[in-house]
């Protein structure tokens, strides 16, 4: 990773938005910010990593809301 945690960690987060498989890598990232940053790192690190997952899973609702018809699904 080479001081490249954040962006190890936003990448992850996307591929979490488009398939929940590569959360089984989160783990691995985790342990190795650890080794190579401690504490704070993992806490930034983990800080990205929802906070765009959580933009994700919000944009893909409010354009599932905004793409439904008025009156609802029928």
């Not at 398939?19 to 806490?43: C, N, Q």
């Not at 800080?47 to 809301?65: H, N, Q």
Request: glycine letters at 10%.
């Amino acid at each position: 990773m080479r001081g490249r945690e954040t962006a190890a960690y936003v990448f992850l987060a996307l591929g979490v938005g488009a398939k929940i498989y590569p959360v089984v890598l989160l783990p691995f990232l985790v342990i190795e910010t650890w080794e190579r940053g401690g504490r704070e790192r993992v806490r930034r690190g983990l800080a990205w990593f929802v906070g765009v997952l959580a933009i994700m899973v919000y944009l893909i609702f409010a354009i599932a809301l905004y793409l439904l018809p008025p009156t609802g699904m029928t």
